[in-house]
């Protein structure tokens, strides 16, 4: 009996720091989060517009790309919902053709439309292979467009990559626990 209770106190305590540990995960990613769109409204302010009037947007604080014929990018993310942070998002790129480097990116998909974001929360949500993101340099966001309720903008952090696409990306969602 004692050794039943010392096993369910161990079990417990490993879900406790298992949580604690989740939650800091949670806040580092939220900070970086709000430093990628400070940095990103800092080199195109019109893009306040996009935040203030999308019904949603991931945040991508830092995606990881790199290749050399195959290529590749991963990165995670926070999910908002009219402003409020609900969730977190992960991205997958594996790519085959003509690229070479590594690159690390901002990375921002906007949803026009409560349906477009709910479609990203559902799973069903992935980029064609022709998709392009809308690198964000002063101005960009004036010629901006959504395409089927998504825009993608996108900002070189660091390194040089020849391959500006985002085709073939996959999601993952997972809501914050309420």
Do not use: C, W
């Amino acid at each position: 009996m004692k050794t039943l209770k010392t096993m369910i106190a161990v079990a417990i305590l490993f879900m406790t720091v298992g949580a604690v540990a989740q939650n800091d995960k949670h806040k580092e990613l939220m900070a970086d989060a709000d430093k990628a769109k400070a940095t990103l409204l800092a080199k195109d302010a019109g893009l306040k517009t996009y935040f203030d009037n999308a019904s949603g947007y991931v945040i991508f604080p830092n995606v990881g790309k790199g290749g050399l014929i195959i290529g590749g990018a991963s990165g995670n993310g926070i999910v908002y919902d009219n402003g409020a942070a609900v969730g977190m998002a992960n991205l997958k790129k594996l790519n085959v053709g003509l690229q070479a480097g590594g690159q690390a990116v901002i990375e921002v998909i906007f949803f026009e439309t409560d349906a477009a974001l709910q479609r990203f929360k559902d799973g069903k949500f992935e980029f064609s292979a022709e998709a392009s993101a809308v690198i964000a340099e002063e101005g960009a966001s004036k010629n901006a467009n959504y395409n089927d309720g998504v825009m993608v903008y996108a900002m070189p952090k660091a390194g040089l990559m020849a391959d500006a696409s985002v085709g073939g990306q996959k999601f993952g969602y997972k809501p914050f626990a309420q």
